[in-house]
């Protein structure tokens, strides 16, 4: 037991480039960052509360309270935009260290490579990724906005895609087995809408959510997921609904009636089928590249009486 505690800590001292040295009273004194706020930051990022007398910072935690002290000093933003900031940086990067744990504990020799030359490697690439996809949202929430909207809520094709007979397949497969299909899934998917330059919202296990700018290039992403889904042996087919309109965006993820409209029209389609709102249909009216049929009115779950529409492609293309 003692060797896999002092391994765990060995990994941890390597992973944050220097041993746990100080208290929160330390980092407090030496920073000059209150011990409220250091707090209110330090759950923010999504870690559990010390005690006082633990040590349990690092020399790098304390260089990021400094460099935050600095820039709240300056003026150049308030507490409260920091923590929200800090919330923001904390769930996004639990989510992608599960799954980089999971890749190299995932049995295929890799979990050994980590070390301080591939941390050294990799750092760069995080923030390079993150510059990136911080350009690509502020691009897409310009171009999204439409005259006197605010940048980002502009109409936006909303479609989930959702595999079917999921339920009944997690009881037919291992767990291995099943986490192959679901990451193939997701891979297929996220690949399709980056590809088509949308946004992959996120993923659900046996659903994904992602928006489009266009109404076209979002059905064209449902289309193009259902098609290859239809190719893969280990995936079962997928039905989408998807919904042109206004969405909220907040913490990373979109709101809205909209949303709420493509999720239950997922439920209405058949397999390999994509159903779509009266306002998506609306956009693809007169386009030769579609056919829209019309099927029956039916009730939607806290949305009323809809009119739900099939589009395929046009078998003159």
């Known amino acids: 037991m003692s060797g896999r505690v002092q391994g765990s800590q060995e990994l941890e001292e390597l992973l944050l480039g220097g041993e746990l040295r100080y208290t929160r009273v330390d980092a407090a004194e030496l920073t000059g960052v209150s011990k409220e706020f250091s707090a209110r930051l330090w759950r923010s990022f999504g870690f559990a509360s010390p005690a006082d007398d633990v040590p349990a910072f690092s020399d790098g935690d304390l260089e990021a309270l400094r460099r935050i002290k600095a820039l709240l000093d300056r003026?150049?933003?308030?507490?409260?935009?920091?923590?929200?900031?800090?919330?923001?940086?904390?769930?996004?990067?639990?989510?992608?260290?599960?799954?980089?744990?999971?890749?190299?504990?995932s049995g295929d020799g890799e979990g050994g490579r980590l070390s301080e030359g591939y941390l050294a490697e990799m750092e760069p690439l995080v923030v390079h990724a993150w510059r990136r996809q911080l350009a690509a949202s502020a691009a897409r929430a310009l171009a999204e906005a439409s005259d006197g909207?605010?940048?980002?809520?502009?109409?936006?094709?909303?479609?989930?895609?959702?595999?079917?007979?999921?339920?009944?397949?997690?009881?037919?497969?291992?767990?291995?087995?099943?986490?192959?299909?679901?990451?193939?899934?997701?891979?297929?998917?996220?690949?399709?809408?980056?590809?088509?330059?949308?946004?992959?919202?996120?993923?659900?296990?046996?659903?994904v959510l992602y928006a489009a700018a266009d109404a076209r290039v979002g059905v064209e992403i449902g289309m193009a997921i259902s098609e290859?889904?239809?190719?893969?042996?280990?995936?079962?087919?997928?039905?989408?609904?998807?919904?042109?309109?206004?969405?909220?965006?907040?913490?990373?993820?979109?709101?809205?009636?909209?949303?709420?409209?493509?999720?239950?029209?997922?439920?209405?389609?058949?397999?390999?089928?994509?159903?779509?709102?009266?306002?998506?249909?609306?956009?693809?009216?007169?386009?030769?590249?579609?056919?829209?049929?019309?099927?029956?009115?039916?009730?939607?779950?806290?949305?009323?009486?809809?009119?739900?529409?099939?589009v395929r492609r046009s078998s003159q293309q």
């Open 228 to 310: 290859a889904v239809r190719e893969e042996t280990e995936v079962p087919d997928v039905r989408v609904g998807m919904a042109y309109g206004p969405v909220l965006p907040l913490m990373g993820d979109i709101f809205g009636t909209t949303v709420n409209m493509a999720s239950r029209l997922t439920s209405i389609a058949r397999p390999g089928t994509l159903v779509a709102d009266p306002a998506l249909a609306a956009e693809l009216e007169g386009d030769p590249a579609y056919e829209l049929v019309r099927i029956v009115r039916r009730p939607v779950r806290g949305l009323g009486i809809i009119q739900p529409y099939v």
């Open 75 to 105: 003026g150049g933003t308030s507490e409260e935009i920091v923590l929200r900031q800090a919330r923001a940086l904390g769930q996004t990067m639990a989510r992608l260290a599960e799954w980089q744990t999971g890749i190299m504990l």
């Open 149 to 207: 909207d605010l940048p980002g809520r502009g109409p936006v094709a909303v479609g989930f895609a959702d595999m079917v007979s999921f339920t009944a397949m997690s009881r037919e497969l291992s767990e291995l087995e099943l986490g192959r299909v679901v990451e193939r899934f997701e891979e297929t998917a996220a690949d399709i809408v980056a590809a088509h330059g949308a946004r992959l919202v996120k993923t659900l296990g046996d659903e």
